[in-house]
């Protein structure tokens, strides 16, 4: 977490805009997990990998793309390997697009479709309103 958390700060630097997509296997915030309560203590809600995601998107200035455009609960991207915890929502957002703060304006819509199932995550699908050029 420290590497990453240190590549981050350095891109950041080259004032540049950037987009990173991936599962970092931390829930952030209380509605990034179904169970916080009962999570305190488990891995990927500890109180060290969200003070780590709360500088990413606090003090280095890093944008989550589906809170810029959602503050609502119960938005998972990743559910344990069993048919009960997928069928309750006993779910965990570990599945991020962080966008530089210039990118922020562009977000127009974010959602984590359960279905179709390919693996225990589910994809994190963020429209943009901008055009690409290469």
């Known amino acids: 977490m420290d590497d990453f958390g240190k590549y981050l700060d350095k891109q950041r630097r080259k004032r540049r805009e950037y987009i990173y997509c991936g599962s970092l ?3 952030q915030q209380k509605l990034d997990i179904k169970n916080w ?5 488990s891995p990927g809600f500890l109180a060290p990998e969200r003070a780590w ?5 606090g003090n280095m200035g890093y944008v989550d793309a589906l809170r810029e455009v ?3 609960g119960d938005q998972y991207s990743w559910w344990p390997d069993n ?3 997928e069928m309750l929502n006993l779910g965990w957002r570990f ?7 210039g ?5 127009r819509s974010a959602r984590l479709p359960r279905q179709p199932r390919f693996s225990q995550h589910a994809p ?3 429209d943009y309103d901008w055009t690409l050029t290469i």
């Not at 309560?37 to 203590?41: E, G, M, P, V, W």
């Not at 599945?95 to 703060?101: A, F, K, R, S, V």
């Open 124 to 126: 994190l699908i963020v």
């Open 53 to 57: 995601m709360d500088e990413i998107v």
């Open 37 to 41: 309560r009962d999570s305190q203590q």
């Open 95 to 101: 599945d991020y697009q962080l966008l530089t703060p």
């Open 103 to 107: 990118l922020r304006r562009f977000v």
């Open 25 to 27: 296997y931390v829930a």
């Open 83 to 85: 048919e009960q915890a």
């Open 70 to 72: 959602s503050r609502e």
